[in-house]
C-alpha cells in the first residue's frame, strides 16, 4: 500500500495491518492511500484533513471566582484551577470557607482542534451551567446528587471561544468537572 500527502508519495507499506507516521504542517492537506492487490489491481481512497498548529493546548487553567454564598456573590478568593475536576465530598474547596452554601465561576478559554461539533460534559452535585462562546450549552440549576450533563455546539478549528462554569453547593457531598469530546476528539477534561 502506498501513501501519498499533498500528492507526494509518503511511504510505502507492504505488510497488514498498514500504518504510517507523517508530519503535517498547519493548514489543509489531502490524504490518498492506493493498494494494489497481488494480481495488479488497485484501489484508492482519498480524505482530507485539516493540522493545527498549537493544538496541544498552551493554557494554564480556568480563573476560579470561589465565592462564600450559593448565588455567586461574596467573593472569598480567586485562583488559577489548571483543570475542573473536583470531588470535595463533605469538605470544603478552600480553606477557611463553608463546606456547604458556596459556588464557584470559571471562566477562560478553550481552543477547538477540529472543525466539528463538539460535546461538553459537566458533572455536578449540585448546580451548575455552561457557556460556550456565549452560548448556553448546559444549565442544570437544581439541587441534585452527582449527575453528568451535556450539551453540543460547532467550532471551528483553531479558534479560541470563552467559557464561563457556574457552580453551586447546597449541601451534601460536592463535586464538579468539566470536559468535552468530538467525533475526533477522545473526552478529555478542561
Known sequence: ?????DGVSAGTDTSSPYSWTVTLAAGAHTLRAVATDNGGATGESSIPVTAVAGCT?????LKGEYFDAMNLTSLFTT???AAVNFNWGEAAPVSGMGVDSFSVRWTGQVQACYTQTYTFYTNSDDGIRLWV?????????????PTENSGTIALTAGQRYAVT??????GGGALASLSWSSTSQAKQII
Do not use: A, K, P, S
Open 79 to 81: 485562583r488559577t484551577d
Open 165 to 170: 462554569l457556574e457552580f453551586y453547593e447546597n
Open 57 to 61: 493546548g498552551t493554557g494554564t487553567g
Open 1 to 5: 500500500m502506498q501513501l501519498y500527502l
Open 133 to 145: 462562546n456565549g452560548q448556553q450549552v448546559i444549565n442544570n440549576w437544581t439541587d441534585h446528587g
